[in-house]
């Protein structure tokens, strides 16, 4: 296995990475990833990042790589968590990441239980997982830091669930794969 996905800025620029092998992981696109950390414009420095069913990690090293403090990666998967450790230990960044291997509903019960919060929640489940389920249930346990972002990517056909308390802060479509930045406050979250 090759490494085949490339980091688009930052630290870690041009940096490969691996993704798990299988039809398991969508790997969000390079000009995804970078679409959407030119519309996070900057929220990276110095925030504390949750990557929720993340796959191979990407997004959450793109964080890293541009100034994230810390980057939490969780997927259900074996698979994708050894290859997440072992892009961490290729790019040297392991002492800023941790690992768990749970769902997502057990992963944010120990976030909760730990009074963990995030100021950036990369959430990129599998495109036909009913997305308001995941959302209602990061906001009743406080995983989003106030005034914090969660980056939704999903499909382009599918509306964006927002509950009580959340709105849109930009959306941009890419063919099949849409981005949505979902804040809690009123206020810019840059």
């Known amino acids: 296995m090759k490494p085949s996905l490339v980091l688009t800025g930052g630290e870690y620029r041009s940096r490969r990475l691996f993704a798990p092998e299988g039809t398991d992981t969508r790997p969000t696109r390079a000009i995804v990833r970078e679409a959407l950390f030119n519309m996070l414009q900057g929220a990276c420095e110095g925030a504390r990042v949750l990557d929720l069913f993340a796959g191979s990690g990407a997004l959450g090293f793109e964080a890293l790589s541009r100034g994230a403090i810390k980057a939490t990666f969780c997927d259900c998967a074996a698979r994708a968590m050894a290859v997440i450790r072992k892009n961490a230990g290729m790019l040297k960044a392991a002492g800023r990441c941790e690992f768990l291997q749970l769902d997502w509903h057990k992963v944010l019960e120990q976030l909760a239980a730990a009074g963990q919060q995030f100021d950036l929640i990369l959430l990129d489940p599998p495109y036909e997982m009913e997305k308001a389920p995941v959302m209602d249930e990061i906001l009743s346990r406080r995983t989003l ?11 382009s056909r599918e509306a ?15 063919g099949e794969t849409s981005i949505t930045l979902i804040t809690t406050s009123s206020e810019d979250p840059t």
Request: hydrophobic share 40%; no cysteine; proline share 4%.
């Open 145 to 155: 830091a106030a005034g914090g972002t969660i980056a939704l990517e999903h499909s």
């Open 160 to 174: 964006v669930p927002l509950l009580q308390g959340t709105g849109v802060f930009r959306s941009r479509r890419y």
